[in-house]
Nanobody, 116 residues
Framework: VQLVESGGGLVQPGGSLRLSCAAS????????MSWYRQAPGKERELVAT?????????NYADSVKGRFTISRDNANNTVFLQMDSLKPEDTAVYFC?????????WGQGTQVTVSS
């Protein structure tokens, strides 16, 4: 299993970014995918989850509801996180995650910095 995130960067408050996570090494459409984030000095927290392709139900942390949107492209084995109305408190390293056979897999992370 390999997960590779991209799309992070520096953005001003109120701006937008779209993160991507390219997955390989497993049958992507059959597994739920999640985005987590970890800010300096804080624990890693769940941001959003999208279930497998048959349902594609989504769940969000309260702190990002209405601002972030998780989606998936099963044809290209990619999961996205559209982040709008970004706030300084969204600054963190964002990680892609999936669980297969009770084992969690992580990407290397992509840095998102929200600052003026």
């Amino acid at each position: 299993v390999q997960l590779v995130e991209s799309g992070g960067g520096l953005v001003q408050p109120g701006g937008s970014l779209r993160l991507s996570c390219a997955a390989s090494g497993f049958t992507f459409s059959r597994f739920a995918m999640s985005w987590y984030r970890q800010a300096p000095g804080k624990e890693r927290e769940l941001v959003a989850t999208i279930t497998s392709a048959g349902f594609s139900n989504t769940n969000y942390a309260d702190s990002v509801k209405g601002r972030f949107t998780i989606s998936r492209d099963n044809a290209n084995n990619t999961v996205f996180l559209q982040m709008d109305s970004l706030k300084p408190e969204d600054t963190a390293v964002y990680f892609c995650n999936t669980v297969r056979a009770r084992i969690g897999y992580w990407g290397q992370g992509t840095q998102v910095t929200v600052s003026s």
